[in-house]
């Protein structure tokens, strides 16, 4: 699959060996699947790809990894970003990172609109009842890149 910085399609890793991508919008019979392979390559030891020929405007000119690309698109593409990348990031910027959204069940993360998500219920509550447990990453605002 050949990379795009606006790609089609999320790819996350279920093993080693084995992964699975999603459509981030609508793909049509003859459209390119794409992905951006800095939402799984944090460094890229040495598959680099110097001249981006991808041709979206939004275009970052070449694919460095994650770890290479400015703070402020890091912060944009984290939340479809592959859970090694997030734990990469969250050590090189030395963060405070505490798991994950946990939905045992009672409720599931779904796309709300191209780009937000949104958590829905999968049973009634009553109030008071734990609806799901969210840690959090947790960043300086004043962080200088």
Same mark, same amino acid.
């Given at each position: 699959?050949?990379? =795009?910085?606006? %790609?089609?399609?999320?790819? =996350? #890793?279920? +093993?080693?060996?084995? &992964?699975?991508?999603?459509?981030?919008?609508?793909?049509?019979?003859?459209?390119?699947?794409?992905?951006?392979?800095?939402?799984?390559?944090?460094?890229?030891?040495?598959?680099?790809?110097? +001249?981006?020929?991808?041709?979206?405007?939004?275009?970052?000119? #070449?694919?460095?990894? @994650?770890?290479?690309? %400015?703070?402020?698109?890091?912060?944009?593409?984290? %939340?479809? #970003?592959? +859970?090694?990348?997030?734990?990469? @990031?969250?050590?090189?910027?030395?963060?405070? &990172?505490?798991?994950?959204?946990?939905? %045992?069940? =009672?409720?599931?993360?779904?796309?709300?609109?191209?780009? #937000? &998500?949104?958590?829905? +219920?999968?049973?009634?509550?009553?109030?008071?009842?734990?609806?799901?447990?969210?840690? =959090?990453?947790?960043?300086?605002?004043?962080?200088?890149?």
């Amino acid at each position: 699959m050949n990379h =795009s910085c606006n %790609p089609n399609v999320i790819c =996350s #890793a279920i +093993s080693d060996t084995q &992964y699975k991508c999603v459509a981030l919008r609508d793909i049509k019979i003859g459209d390119e699947i794409v992905c951006d392979y800095a939402l799984f390559d944090y460094e890229c030891d040495g598959h680099e790809i110097p +001249s981006c020929e991808c041709g979206e405007t939004n275009c970052r000119g #070449a694919m460095k990894g @994650f770890k290479n690309l %400015p703070f402020e698109t890091q912060l944009r593409l984290l %939340p479809w #970003a592959d +859970s090694a990348i997030l734990e990469n @990031f969250v050590r090189d910027n030395n963060l405070t &990172y505490v798991g994950d959204l946990i939905c %045992p069940g =009672s409720a599931e993360i779904r796309r709300k609109n191209e780009n #937000a &998500y949104m958590v829905v +219920s999968l049973k009634d509550f009553k109030a008071g009842d734990i609806v799901y447990t969210n840690n =959090s990453l947790i960043c300086d605002k004043d962080y200088d890149a």
